[in-house]
């Protein structure tokens, strides 16, 4: 009896187990739904349309045809992605150096491989961590996105280099049994580098009679999102500096080649961040390749530049510094100088959040004096003598600022196996486009084939009223661009650039609080990079002094120079937007710590760069008006709102989604008559996110699907095969091409993917700018610069949203580092955050018609950028006539970014992934968005139900123009399909409640039985 009594119990504690686990998992699945959904390759709706009508309904149609589970059609498909991310990674490499042309190296040379990094590259680097997308480690990809998931095969570096060279193995075999590796982390990453002594003369004599034809050398540096690079790692310096195992590494490969061992050192820079490679010439280097981060595929195209097969064609959209911390930037920056609040205490104390997200700031001190517009703008306040640009602040050598003690590789550098000459046949400008047209000839001057990069740069007035208004003034910046095809040796071709006359004007934040066009002469220039067009520009002024990059005196050719005068101040041009009738002024005055009535800043300014370098951090104390600013509450019902009775709910006018698709956005009567259908609960329900929005039956809007991240589709796979796409070089590589073509056949591929994938859209697009080098994501955000970053996203937007798929770039503003990124109050000024930051992002959505939008995690000024309706309404809807949908990003866990109401009204649409955490969906402590503002609803705030209508609106209109209407028409209607796994769930929580019952009461009745018996017992 004792033994069945103790099996009985010990199959209800089973049961109870099993219970326990399902109960538990059933509500983290359905937090969890729609990306669940989407891995397992899972249809939730099922459309249903009339017999009889003679409609085209794939509306939107992809370069592959329709069915998406055509196999042969998604291999084609996956086989030109391919094809096109080694033809980027050809173009977009760059290469920095090649004395006594080092390279290319032959095919079937007998080479050295050097540096732990060339078993351990970094092939990819994705931009989000979430749920089974890649992660930022070497090799193959992980989860549902792995190597052997995806459709494409990895290539990696060592299998690229042996399919073409005679590799070394006994170096290969060593440093895989090294136990060396790279260590991303937060607070101590590793370079994972060999030291000295790793290289036993028995290793050495492995090169000494063969394999020394080159020794090739990887160096690579990686970070992620939540992980920046450090400004101070373990060993005191930058993590982007040559770390002494590397300088040891490359100090013995001198010392063999001095010795008659290796015929040249070749050096791979296998990093998206710019390293500081300013002492190349120390250590005998004979040529340097910059290739970022290739892809799944993209070293083929790297070992088709190393042999010849390819001619590198890429140019840098970032400046190398010889010194990575010399940019004003760097005294607020990452996790080391990102200062927290002087009271802080007493912000903790008023605020409610946790202090992991409310402590910290930071001020963009640098004004628009970032990357090269800092390092050339000196340079020529130093040529010229002026604003004392030669005094030693901010001078890294302890002397007198020079550029070339503080610069490796300007932005726009690169060369070429071949010699071009490029000439300025003429500027026009287009009254009736508001364009300046600018003719550039390009010719092959050298012995191999060949593309060239026609780069376009101007310069604007710096005067009187410039210095007196602190209207800052870049020496140059790049305004426009276009690259040739390859050209044969003797070839020419002329290129027509267009340059927006837009581009030109500067934003006067304190006299005309606008745009303006300044008094003075203005300049487009053409070079080969940016120093090189502003010794034109230089060379056109009649200035002397003049150096190159490599610091010999330059005389510039002013015959590559273009000059117009502008007789008179012009505060009229662009007072209104070009794209509404809203004017353009000021909105962001509370992101000025000047404006505030508290500590001051002094922003940078060519007129004294001396007296105004930020060489030392401010210390701000938050006022009350900043603390309850910053913790985010800020909504209340107007006094003018509008009655909940005033509107029409729940009424059936007859009008389905798909009917809304050529209805204008601007035709309110239509809208409202269409909005009438809904019940609150309905629109409520589109409000939160779980990678996709879900069904709407009374309306026929099928649930949706998101992916995510820039170099890859995360969360969504091919609905035929269940397999990821390709992972494309990094976008700075792309970028890199300065190819537009390039650019436009990557991001259509991207589209074509997701078409699919079912993906509606994909939160993707990076132009957030590289304020710093140290940024965890800057690989997957576009360049430095916010005109680059105007330019491409303007390509990227058009070329994705034709197939209709949803273009939500992220993550808007001034998201420009990892570290303190759900915490920093980011105080800049106006002419700063339009001309730099929301620049990089307007071309996109003013021309490039992106649909979707994810706000940042942090804050401008003291406001969430979720909570921003200077940002949200007025800049992106008013002056950029804006009508998709904008977003969150994670919400989940993160209480200041929960202010749902104060989201809703400055301008958010819906939240990502605005779950219940990671725990119970029916845990009562979890508010969702659509409960709050439900909730305003039922105490009767109308404004809160007129916001609701808005969002919906934006929701409809953004969805209504995807690929989500392709299969339905005016009689469709959408039934929802329980997923197997639901079922599946509530089944194995009925059966195992009810075994875990009956296992209770047996074990109860047996307790009896044996009581009973032990009793009569007794």
């Known amino acids: ?55 085209d309904t794939d509306y939107y149609k992809s370069d592959y045809g329709t069915d998406i589970y055509d196999g042969d059609k998604l291999q084609q498909l996956e086989d030109d992605a391919a094809a096109q991310a080694v033809a980027e990674q050809e173009e977009g490499s760059v290469l920095l150096k090649n004395d006594n042309n080092a390279l290319p190296l032959a095919a079937g040379s007998s080479i050295t491989l050097f540096g732990q990094n060339s078993i351990e590259s970094t092939e990819s680097v994705a931009g989000s961590t979430g749920f089974g997308g890649p992660q930022s480690y070497s090799g193959p990809f992980y989860s549902y996105h792995s190597t052997a998931n995806s459709t494409q095969e990895l290539v990696t570096y060592l299998g690229a280099m042996e399919s073409v ?30 030291p000295a002594d790793f290289y036993t003369e028995n290793l ?11 020794a090739v050398v990887m160096l690579t540096r990686q970070a992620s999102e939540d992980c920046d690079l450090l400004l101070e790692d373990s060993e005191g310096i930058s993590q982007l500096a040559l770390h002494q195992d590397e300088k040891d590494l490359l100090n013995m490969l001198k010392e063999q080649k001095e010795q008659g061992v290796f015929k040249k050192i070749i050096l791979l820079v296998n990093s998206n961040w710019a390293m500081e490679l300013g002492d190349l010439d ?39 510094a010889k010194n990575s911390l010399s940019a004003p930037a760097i005294t607020y920056a990452q996790m080391k100088n990102t200062p927290e609040w002087a009271n802080l205490d007493e912000v903790l104390e008023y605020c409610s959040d946790s202090d992991q997200y409310v402590s910290n700031y930071l001020i963009y001190a640098e004004d628009i004096y970032v990357g090269y517009k800092y390092y050339e703008t000196r340079y020529e306040d130093t040529v010229l003598g002026n604003g004392n640009a030669d005094s030693i602040v901010g001078s890294s050598t302890g002397k007198a600022w020079n550029y070339n003690d503080e610069i490796a590789y300007p932005f726009g550098y690169g060369l070429s196996y071949t010699t071009f000459s490029q000439t300025l046949d003429g500027v026009e400008y287009d009254e009736t486009t508001d364009t300046y047209n600018v003719k550039v000839t390009v010719t092959n001057t050298g012995d191999v084939a060949g593309k060239s990069v026609a780069e376009v740069y101007a310069q604007t007035p710096y005067g009187d009223y410039e210095k007196e208004n602190n209207v800052e003034k870049s020496a140059v910046q790049v305004v426009g661009f276009d690259k040739t095809d390859i050209l044969a040796p003797g070839a020419s071709e002329t290129l027509e650039i267009p340059v927006e006359r837009y581009l030109l004007a500067s934003y006067d934040y304190t006299n005309a609080k606008g745009y303006i066009l300044s008094e003075g002469d203005y300049y487009f220039a053409i070079g080969d990079d940016a120093h090189d067009a502003l010794n034109n520009i230089l060379a056109a002024k009649g200035a002397k002094g003049m150096t190159d990059v490599l610091g010999e005196k330059a005389k510039g050719d002013a015959e590559k120079a273009y000059s117009w005068n502008n007789v008179k101040l012009d505060t009229e041009s662009y007072k209104m937007s070009r794209y509404s009738d809203m004017e353009v002024t000021n909105q962001f005055d509370d992101a000025n710590l000047n404006n505030l009535g508290t500590d001051t800043v002094t922003y940078l300014s060519r007129s004294d760069w001396e007296g105004t370098y930020p060489a030392e951090q401010v210390s701000v104390t938050a006022t009350e008006d900043m603390m309850k600013t910053l913790n985010g509450d800020l909504y209340t019902e107007p006094e003018d709102a509008p009655s909940v009775d ?177 915490s920093a109050a980011t105080f800049t000024n106006e002419q700063a955050l339009r001309e730099q930051y929301l620049r990089a992002f307007e071309g996109a959505y003013t021309k490039g018609g992106a649909m979707g939008c994810m706000t940042a995690f942090n804050r401008i000024g003291c406001t969430y950028c979720g909570s921003s309706s200077a940002l949200l309404t007025t800049v992106m809807r008013g002056e950029w006539a804006y009508k998709g949908h904008v977003t969150s990003d994670a919400v989940v866990n993160m209480d200041y970014k929960k202010h749902y109401t104060s989201n809703i009204t400055a301008g958010l649409d819906y939240w990502c992934w605005d779950m219940a955490g990671f725990g ?17 609803i039922e105490n009767g705030d109308g404004y809160m139900l007129q916001t609701l209508r808005n969002a919906t609106k934006h929701n409809v209109y953004a969805q209504v123009h995807s690929i989500l209407i392709n299969g339905l028409d005016e009689t469709s209607h959408v039934v929802h399909i329980t997923p197997w796994w639901k079922t599946a769930l509530k089944a194995a929580t009925i059966g195992f409640g009810t075994i875990t019952i009956l296992f209770i009461v047996l074990y109860y009745l047996e307790m009896l039985v044996w009581s009973k018996k032990r009793g009569e017992n007794a």
């Open 1 to 55: 009896m004792k033994i069945k009594k103790e099996i009985t119990r010990g199959l209800g504690a089973v049961s109870a187990c099993l219970l326990t686990v399902v109960s538990i998992g059933t509500p983290v699945a359905e937090a969890y739904e729609g990306r669940l959904n989407t891995v397992l390759g899972i249809e939730t709706t099922k459309t249903v349309s009339d017999e009889g009508l003679d409609v």
């Open 165 to 194: 060279y005679d590799v070394n193995q006994t170096m290969v075999k060593a440093y895989q049994e090294s136990g060396y590796m790279r260590v991303k982390s937060v607070d101590d990453p590793q370079i994972g580098e060999a």
């Open 204 to 214: 050495k004599n492995s090169w000494q009679d063969q394999y020394n034809d080159a």
């Open 282 to 320: 120390d250590y005998d280097v004979d040529a340097c390749l910059w290739i970022g981060s290739p892809g799944i595929v993209g070293f083929t195209g790297v070992v088709n530049l190393l042999q010849g097969e390819a001619n590198p064609s890429g140019k840098l959209v970032d400046t190398y």
């Open 646 to 822: 005033d509107f029409t709910q729940g009424v059936d006018a007859g009008i389905n989604f798909v009917a809304m698709k050529d209805v204008d956005y601007d035709d309110d009567a239509t809208w409202d008559k269409f909005l009438d259908q809904l019940t609150v609960e309905e629109m409520a329900s589109i409000l939160p996110d779980q990678n996709g929005s879900v069904l709407v039956e009374s309306i026929a809007m099928p649930s949706t699907y998101r992916g995510d991240d820039m170099d890859c589709l995360e969360q969504v796979t091919f609905k035929l095969t269940g397999k990821s796409g390709i992972v494309w070089p990094s976008t700075v590589v792309m970028t890199c091409t300065w190819n537009k073509d390039d650019v436009a056949k990557r991001s259509s591929m991207t589209a074509n993917e997701a078409y699919f994938m079912g993906a509606t859209e994909i939160w993707s697009g990076g132009p957030n700018c590289h304020r710093t080098q140290f940024n965890g994501r800057a690989s997957a955000y576009y360049s430095e610069d916010g005109n680059m970053g105007y330019l491409v996203g303007t390509v990227v937007a058009e070329n994705v949203q034709k197939y209709g798929i949803i273009l939500g770039y992220k993550h808007m503003v001034v998201n420009d580092q990892e570290a303190h990124r759900e």
């Open 920 to 936: 119970a969906s029916d845990d009562s402590s979890v508010v969702l968005s659509k409960d709050m503002v439900t909730e305003a």
